[in-house]
């Protein structure tokens, strides 16, 4: 298949500084399944049943032209296979070394990379879709603003962004996150919150769905998620919204880090 983001100029190397999460590559499923253990699901449940809502996504989007989607804050690219076969290109991007060699191995057919500049390495209007799983609550709150807009800045005009996150309104949420060592300093954000960051990136027609009501792992379950989508106490949230065309003219200048 043909390659339509210039791999091989954006990944002229850079030594990437070890982050918190290289610590965790190779345990990362089994620190998580053991703070879910209570509940009674493995981290493979909850990664499942976010697929749906990417895969709608995809489908929004989706044109004549090969489908490019980049993962910000990929990790180890658990949800990859998941959707690997949707996608055209598949690109997944985080400042962990070790997490993205660890993906690497586990996803041939994806192009990753691991970066810590304070800006996304491709160019503006570069994919159909960017999305962002659990990512966020580990920058700080000041940084929130300019990671998204950056992720808006990397898709094209009319193009989604997507955010999942956890909800800090929901009491089994807060418990599994301070039980979490990898979620040590995290900041939680309400879906409101993140909805207003993205609609001041430059996104329009945001949705917000909370999801999760139950850690039951039956498709009627998924049903009474969709019915009470509404309700901010769902365990976890979606935020999803289209690049607005003045965004797209007027361009995102952001700043990761301001
Ligand atoms: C909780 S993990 C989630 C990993 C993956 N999205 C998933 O759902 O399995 C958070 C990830 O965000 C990455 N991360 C943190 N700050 C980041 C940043 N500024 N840019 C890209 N990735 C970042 C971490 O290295 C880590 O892999």
């Known amino acids: 298949m043909t390659r339509l983001v210039d791999q091989d100029r954006i990944e002229e190397r850079q030594v990437v500084p070890p982050t918190e999460f290289d610590r965790y590559a190779d345990t990362y499923s089994e620190k998580i399944n053991h703070v879910l253990s209570v509940w009674g699901q493995e981290q493979e449940f909850f990664t499942r049943c976010k697929v749906p809502f990417l895969l709608e996504a995809f489908d929004a ?16 690219g658990l949800i990859h296979p998941y ?8 690109h997944g991007i985080d400042v962990s070394q070790e997490s993205i060699s660890l993906a690497k191995r586990n996803n041939p057919s994806v192009q990753y990379l691991a970066h810590q500049g304070e800006t996304l390495p491709y160019d503006d209007g570069t994919f159909d879709c960017a999305y962002a799983i659990g990512v966020v609550h580990h920058l700080s709150p000041k940084q929130w603003q300019g990671f ?3 992720m808006v800045r990397v898709v094209r005009s009319n193009g989604v962004v997507l955010i999942i996150e956890h909800n800090p309104l929901n009491p089994a949420t807060q ?28 996104m329009v027609a945001l949705d917000v769905r909370h999801i999760l009501f139950t850690p039951f792992d039956r498709p009627v379950f998924r049903k009474l998620d969709r019915l009470l989508a509404w309700l901010p106490m769902g365990a976890q949230y979606v935020v999803s919204g289209r690049k607005s065309r003045i965004a797209a003219d007027v361009g995102q200048a952001p700043c990761r880090n301001a």
């Open 83 to 90: 959707l690997a076969p949707s996608v055209d290109e598949l």
């Open 148 to 150: 998204i807009s950056d």
């Open 61 to 76: 989007v989706r044109t004549e032209q090969a489908l490019r989607v980049l993962d910000v804050g990929c990790g180890v």
């Open 175 to 202: 418990s599994v996150v301070r039980s979490c060592e990898l979620d040590q300093g995290a900041v939680l954000l309400p879906s409101w919150k993140l909805r207003r960051l993205m609609a001041a990136a430059g």
